[in-house]
């Protein structure tokens, strides 16, 4: 099967822990869905909980953006499980194109970007994960260095129980532990998914931007206005691409229809969490290691918004490269049915194809840049508060 080939087998691994493959039997996704809303969804409520307990404000702040993040990664788990449908045909329709435009050339442009899909996959996994690593370290400081007490006993966030935190006090720091892996996956997983879908869709259009220098061969350069259609080899290869390109602006829309709503929430997410845990950083300069701990994580969110920012962009700029191709081909050596249809063709490829957040807002590196000063500006404003 074509995604147990080396290009799509960490993606297909990830999903598969989160139970969102969508290949797996109900049965085992439904199971892995329960026991991570358990895990989850517990967390949670502890942390909300412990908010309560809060009066002062920094270690409020602390406390809130975790939660923020935890929220978003329960977002993108929710999108997953309520688009299954859809996840389902994207993937198919990956087979599928890979069937159909099985030529020497395209399956090798295919697997070119495939192996983009992997890379990017590979960095931001690994990111993240290093991230957590950091992250995860400033509670076991004691535990490794033996110093451990009842009085020195930190966990990961500010979280309440209602039972002897003490007694159990290695119980909930694992439990802390599980979930924030568990959270991190699921962002890996959905976010990589969200790549090879995009890098899928930048394969297409590049196959397409082909097809359309290929419209008129140099054998063809004779001009006869009105051919006969079984002769038009120019009208036919324009049709060609047409068509192609309809396909690949569906596979667009239905990546844009499932993940926009995402896109909008995390957007919302990075802007908060990012301008809190940078003031939770500054209040920690005289704590090496908690200001170590707030800096991954904001690091980590931050490379979570370039991540989808940069494949965005990539869509659009490589959407473009077809109206480029077309404003390049010498139209005029063509019959007058390829030029009605050049026309047509031309009109609909000169508004780039886009991934927007809620439809409210594109997605792009301009948006990236907007939404990173937006955060230093809460930023500023929070820690003028304090």
Same mark, same amino acid.
């Given at each position: ?43 949670? %409520?502890?942390?909300? /909980? ?22 978003? /990664? ?62 995860? #370290? ?16 930190? #966990? #990961? ?17 694992? @439990? ?7 959270? $991190? ?15 899928? $869709? /930048? ?51 239905? %990546? ?8 909008? $929430? ?32 904001? /690091? ?17 700029? @490589?959407?473009? @490269? ?59 404003? #929070?820690?003028?508060?304090?």
């Amino acid at each position: 099967m074509l995604f147990d080939e080396r290009n799509y087998r960490i993606n297909k691994v990830l999903l598969s822990w989160i139970g969102q493959w969508p290949y797996q039997t109900s049965r085992r996704n439904s199971a892995i869905i329960l026991i991570i809303v358990f895990l989850a969804g517990t967390q949670i %409520v502890a942390k909300i /909980c412990g908010l309560f307990s809060i009066k002062d404000m920094d270690v409020f702040i602390d406390s809130l953006s975790p939660l923020v993040a935890d929220l978003g /990664c329960g977002i993108k788990f929710l999108t997953c499980v309520l688009k299954t449908t859809q996840i389902k045909a994207l993937f198919n329709q990956i087979r599928d194109d890979r069937q159909t435009l099985s030529t020497c050339e395209n399956i090798n442009i295919f697997d070119s970007y495939a192996r983009k899909g992997r890379k990017f996959t590979i960095i931001y996994g690994g990111f993240l994960y290093f991230a957590l690593i950091l992250f995860m #370290l400033v509670p076991l400081q004691p535990l490794l260095l033996g110093s451990s007490n009842d009085t020195t006993r930190p #966990l #990961l966030h500010e979280v309440n129980y209602y039972i002897d935190m003490d007694k159990y006090y290695l119980p909930i720091l694992l @439990h802390g532990y599980i979930t924030a892996a568990i959270c $991190v996956t699921i962002a890996v997983a959905t976010d990589t998914m969200f790549v090879i879908m995009v890098q899928h $869709v /930048c394969g297409l259009f590049t196959i397409i931007g082909q097809q359309v220098d290929n419209i008129i061969k140099e054998e063809n350069l004779m001009i006869d206005i009105n051919p006969p259609v079984e002769n038009d080899e120019p009208y036919k290869n324009i049709i060609k691409s047409i068509h192609a390109h309809k396909r690949a602006l569906r596979f667009a829309n239905l %990546v844009e229809a499932v993940f926009n709503p995402m896109l909008l $929430v995390m957007a919302a997410c990075n802007v908060l969490v990012v301008s809190m845990t940078g003031v939770t950083a500054m209040t920690n300069l005289d704590k090496p290691s908690e200001f170590l701990r707030q800096m991954a994580f904001s /690091c980590a969110l931050l490379m979570h918004l370039f991540f989808e920012s940069f494949q965005a962009q990539q869509l659009i700029d @490589h959407s473009i @490269h077809i109206h480029t191709s077309l404003i390049n081909m010498t139209w005029y050596r063509t019959s007058f049915k390829t030029r009605k249809i050049f026309i047509f063709m031309l009109m609909r490829t000169r508004e780039p194809c886009v991934l927007t957040a809620g439809k409210m807002f594109v997605i792009s590196m301009d948006t990236f840049s907007t939404i990173a000063r937006m955060s230093m500006s809460y930023f500023t404003m #929070l820690r003028s508060m304090q």
